[in-house]
């Protein structure tokens, strides 16, 4: 680390120059000037890629103009290529974003061409105040017996980010390829890819650490830790891989389906290797469930077999009506609804002779779960104006009440005895 800092502190030097000074002085007013011109321009209507360009072109007019000139301006003249390429590519990333939020271009700009020319700018910069083969020697630590050198530090990061990104194309390819050939569900098709890509992972990890130089003996040595962890401190984390693994490719639970989560409906959006991620109807707010619950506990499916979900209102009419009358108005209100399914045919029972009224139970059926509660508001609102419409009351209990005092007097008491005895 000491050699590191020394290195570093040699680069004053470089920066000391003259000729380097002033083209850095003109990189930092540039840049104060764009943030300028950005506020400026942000509340004028002047495009996208106008603003991000300006102030890169206007550095690289001024660096060309002065080497013209035989004044040196090797690092404004890069230096401004690389800041108008990043705008630019940045501009292209956010029209693409703007046509399609799911633009895989996007985000291959985002990830891998983008990160590159700062990559590229990053070694450049370290090129011209040293050497990368001097920096590449310094050794910044040791971690099980292994001296970590800067520059095989420094690819293995690049490396193991190559590995991440290129984990999920080629993961995607080999289950597509799985699919078309052996035939398989979408279901089993999702699940192999999860499992290619934690392999290209897994094996792309262990060629980082053999390339930065660490043994086979300390591999092995962390895998005896791990393997250990496994069994006390992740052991839930383990469990609920392993379901998460056996749900892709059973396929009990696939994303857009229908489930009760402590009595409110949810919809599947994301099933992951550790946790399934749902969205509830009642406030939109996003669930994350371990996987393994799904096995220790019960979940109740509307979509499972058919998609549509069996749903009932119910209702009380006065005696005096007749049922029949009652039950084939409450299936015509049913069979009016656009969202109510024809068939199954709706249904309409009477359950209950009640206190002060004859109930009945409406069942029909939607074809989104989720729609359920709007569906039953809609048909009580429109029960109510048919059975308005037909002169059919919808009675509720009534109780009157009398005063007393407590604890009785003998004359209220005897009082009251001849009341009662006067409406008998």
């Not at 004028?44 to 002065?66: F, H, R």
């Not at 693409?96 to 910069?125: E, G, M, S, T």
């Not at 009506?321 to 108005?329: D, F, R």
Request: charged letters at 15%; hydrophobic letters at 45%; a positive charge.
């Amino acid at each position: 680390m000491n050699n590191l800092l020394f290195e570093v502190s040699s680069w004053t030097g470089y920066i000391g120059r003259a000729a380097v000074s002033w083209q850095l002085i003109l990189i930092a007013c540039t840049l104060i000037t764009d943030a300028f011109i950005r506020k400026k321009l942000g509340t004028k209507n002047v495009s996208l890629l106008t603003s991000q360009t300006v102030s890169p072109l206007a550095l690289l007019g001024i660096s060309i103009v002065l080497w013209v000139a035989s004044i040196p301006t090797g690092i404004a003249i890069r230096f401004g290529l690389i800041w108008a390429a990043w705008n630019i590519l940045l501009w292209i990333e956010q029209k693409l974003i703007q046509r399609n939020p799911k633009d895989r271009r996007a985000l291959w700009l985002r990830r891998l061409v983008r990160p590159a020319i700062l990559v590229f700018a990053l070694l450049y910069c370290i090129e011209r105040l040293s050497s990368l083969s001097s920096i590449g020697l310094i050794n910044v630590g040791t971690l099980l017996n292994t001296q970590l050198a800067l520059g095989k530090l420094f690819y293995s990061v690049i490396g193991l980010y190559l590995i991440l990104i290129a984990s999920a194309p080629i993961a995607f390819l080999i289950s597509w390829i799985s699919k078309e050939g052996l035939k398989i569900s979408n279901q089993s098709r999702h699940a192999i890819e999860i499992i290619v890509r934690y392999l290209i992972i897994s094996f792309g990890l262990l060629a980082v650490a053999l390339q930065a130089g660490f043994n086979a003996t300390a591999l092995l040595t962390i895998s005896a830790g791990l393997s250990v962890g496994l069994g006390f401190g992740i052991k839930e984390i383990f469990a609920n891989f392993i379901s998460g693994i056996w749900l892709l490719f059973e396929g009990s639970i696939r994303p857009g389906e229908i489930l009760m989560i402590k009595g409110e409906p949810c919809r599947v959006n994301k099933l992951g290797l550790r946790a399934t991620l749902l969205s509830r109807q009642r406030d939109d707010a996003e669930l994350l469930i371990p996987n393994q619950t799904f096995f220790t506990q019960d979940a109740e499916s509307f979509t499972a077999g058919e998609n549509y979900r069996r749903d009932e209102v119910v209702v009380g009419a006065a005696y005096h009506h007749e049922p029949q009358q009652v039950i084939t108005l409450l299936e015509k209100v049913a069979c009016q609804h656009p969202r109510v399914l024809q068939h199954p045919a709706p249904q309409a029972f009477a359950i209950d002779f009640a206190e002060s009224s004859i109930n009945y139970k409406l069942k029909y059926s939607v074809r989104n779960p989720l729609e359920a509660l709007t569906v039953s508001s809609d048909l009580r609102q429109e029960i109510w104006t048919a059975f308005n419409k037909h002169g059919i009351g919808i009675p509720f209990p009534q109780r009157q009440v009398y005063p007393m005092e407590w604890p009785p007097n003998k004359q209220s008491s005897l009082q009251s005895q001849q009341n009662h005895h006067d409406h008998s």
